[in-house]
């Protein structure tokens, strides 16, 4: 390594001699020059234009090309939505037809299903069982025979027969008052099978004067009552048991053994209680929770209301815990007329669920009637041909009682 410096220090002084004849001053212009001169800048928007200008340029080309094939996407959905829509329509039409088809037969169905009732036997509801085509035309007519049901349960009695003695009980929770047709020769009611509690009036004497049209009601001289719920139902005791003995009655006397005023309640200090007024009650069911016996209940009306209104109100709830409507909600009363003591009713209804049903409403009916002070009732729009208990072509009689009962 050494040696080859030599030599080339040997070398290079055998160039030739260069001399540079320029000042100091002007080689220092010279390269100051070359120095402060600035290099020249490009343009800033030169790389952001060349790029736009190659975007736009993609997007000419692209861009026909999209629009082209989304048009003939567009035609072609299109061409399938109204073929669609042609199909839809076509279906349509057809269901429509198919529908109005069901529904008439549906109409007819209904129709026939109107006079069709439901076999029944003791406070169970079976379905009905088609029949031959005897029975179907029938039904079509509107008058289909109800199922003869033996142990069908009667609440009133169209006798006056002396056999039976008038009491009222009051419900089980004492919401209500029941005045019952008993059979003298029983020792004693079973409560507990009714649903009812003790009776209230044990203790008290009745005096009937007919031709002076009053009653008399003589009270123990140590007689005492609380609350006014006992109030009440000692109250609708007397009154209903005072009117299945004597209806003429004007005037309802209370005293005590001494002869002094009774004193009930809220009420306070007592010598006369109000008769029954006509339309003052409608009748409604009573049934104790789960208990098969049924009974008829008066329900008072809180306003006077028409033949008419009453009957709607008796296909209404909330009257009692344990009282039902004897009339079913499908059943609506149309036209109500009443002549010297006959009214007619004429309604239309749905399927019965049972004969029990509608000797059920009926008989709740032919009560309140009497209550309003009708004779007879005719009823009509009933589709049963025949009736086991009543003969529906002809008016029917009210009843002389009600809830008639016979224990041993």
Same mark, same amino acid.
């Given at each position: 390594?050494?040696?080859?410096?030599?030599?080339?220090?040997?070398?290079?002084?055998?160039?030739?001699?260069?001399?540079?004849?320029?000042?100091?001053?002007?080689?220092?212009?010279?390269?100051?020059?070359?120095?402060?001169?600035? &290099?020249? +800048?490009?343009?800033?928007?030169?790389?952001?234009?060349?790029?736009?200008?190659?975007?736009?340029?993609?997007?000419?080309?692209?861009?026909?090309?999209?629009?082209?094939?989304?048009?003939?996407?567009?035609?072609?959905?299109?061409?399938?939505?109204?073929?669609?829509?042609?199909?839809? $329509?076509?279906?349509?039409?057809?269901?429509?037809?198919?529908?109005?088809?069901?529904?008439?037969?549906?109409?007819?169905?209904?129709?026939?299903?109107?006079?069709?009732?439901?076999?029944?036997?003791?406070?169970?509801?079976?379905?009905?069982?088609?029949?031959?085509?005897?029975?179907?035309?029938?039904?079509?007519?509107?008058?289909?025979?109800?199922?003869?049901?033996?142990?069908?349960? $009667?609440?009133?009695?169209?006798?006056?027969?002396?056999?039976?003695?008038?009491?009222?009980?009051?419900?089980?929770?004492?919401?209500?008052?029941?005045?019952?047709?008993?059979? +003298?020769?029983?020792?004693?009611?079973?409560?507990?099978?009714?649903?009812?509690?003790?009776?209230?009036?044990?203790?008290?004497?009745?005096?009937?004067?007919?031709?002076?049209?009053?009653?008399?009601?003589?009270?123990?001289?140590?007689?005492?009552?609380?609350?006014?719920?006992?109030?009440?139902?000692?109250?609708?005791?007397?009154?209903?048991?005072?009117?299945?003995?004597?209806?003429?009655?004007?005037?309802?006397?209370?005293?005590?053994?001494?002869?002094?005023?009774?004193?009930?309640?809220?009420?306070?200090?007592?010598?006369?209680?109000?008769?029954?007024?006509?339309?003052?009650?409608?009748?409604?069911?009573?049934?104790?929770?789960?208990?098969?016996?049924?009974?008829?209940?008066?329900?008072?009306?809180?306003?006077?209301?028409?033949?008419?209104?009453?009957?709607?109100?008796? &296909?209404? &709830?909330?009257?009692?815990?344990?009282? +039902?409507?004897?009339?079913?909600?499908?059943?609506?009363?149309?036209?109500?007329?009443?002549?010297?003591?006959?009214?007619?009713?004429?309604?239309?209804?749905?399927?019965?669920?049972?004969?029990?049903?509608?000797?059920?409403?009926?008989?709740?009916?032919?009560?309140?009637?009497?209550?309003?002070?009708?004779?007879?009732?005719?009823? &009509?729009?009933?589709?049963? $041909?025949?009736?086991?208990?009543?003969?529906?072509?002809?008016?029917?009689?009210?009843?002389?009682?009600?809830?008639?009962?016979?224990?041993?």
């Amino acid at each position: 390594m050494k040696r080859k410096d030599k030599e080339l220090e040997q070398l290079m002084k055998r160039l030739p001699s260069v001399e540079d004849r320029q000042s100091k001053e002007d080689l220092y212009q010279k390269i100051s020059a070359r120095v402060n001169k600035q &290099k020249r +800048k490009k343009a800033p928007w030169v790389l952001p234009g060349l790029a736009t200008m190659a975007v736009v340029l993609v997007l000419a080309v692209f861009i026909p090309v999209f629009l082209n094939d989304n048009q003939l996407l567009t035609v072609d959905e299109s061409s399938k939505d109204t073929h669609e829509n042609k199909e839809f $329509s076509t279906s349509s039409s057809e269901d429509h037809s198919s529908d109005q088809t069901f529904q008439s037969k549906e109409a007819d169905r209904a129709e026939i299903e109107e006079a069709k009732p439901h076999r029944s036997k003791q406070k169970e509801e079976q379905p009905a069982i088609e029949g031959n085509e005897e029975e179907t035309e029938e039904q079509e007519s509107g008058s289909a025979p109800l199922a003869n049901d033996s142990e069908l349960d $009667s609440m009133i009695t169209m006798s006056s027969n002396n056999g039976f003695e008038i009491m009222a009980y009051p419900g089980r929770n004492a919401e209500v008052v029941l005045p019952l047709s008993i059979n +003298k020769e029983a020792s004693k009611i079973d409560l507990d099978k009714y649903g009812l509690a003790d009776r209230m009036t044990t203790s008290l004497q009745y005096e009937i004067n007919e031709q002076k049209a009053e009653a008399v009601v003589i009270f123990p001289n140590d007689f005492q009552v609380n609350g006014s719920a006992s109030t009440q139902t000692i109250v609708e005791s007397i009154r209903w048991e005072l009117e299945n003995v004597a209806p003429q009655l004007e005037r309802i006397l209370i005293r005590k053994e001494n002869g002094n005023p009774v004193v009930l309640g809220n009420y306070g200090e007592m010598t006369e209680l109000p008769v029954i007024e006509q339309g003052e009650y409608i009748f409604m069911l009573y049934q104790f929770e789960d208990l098969s016996e049924r009974l008829l209940v008066p329900i008072a009306i809180d306003t006077p209301l028409t033949f008419q209104e009453a009957l709607k109100n008796m &296909k209404e &709830k909330g009257n009692g815990l344990f009282v +039902k409507p004897p009339v079913p909600e499908h059943v609506q009363f149309t036209t109500i007329q009443s002549k010297e003591g006959l009214v007619t009713i004429e309604l239309h209804h749905k399927s019965w669920a049972s004969e029990q049903q509608v000797l059920t409403m009926i008989e709740a009916i032919l009560a309140t009637g009497a209550q309003f002070g009708f004779k007879e009732i005719q009823f &009509k729009g009933l589709n049963v $041909s025949e009736f086991s208990t009543y003969n529906l072509k002809e008016p029917i009689p009210v009843p002389e009682r009600i809830n008639p009962i016979v224990e041993e």
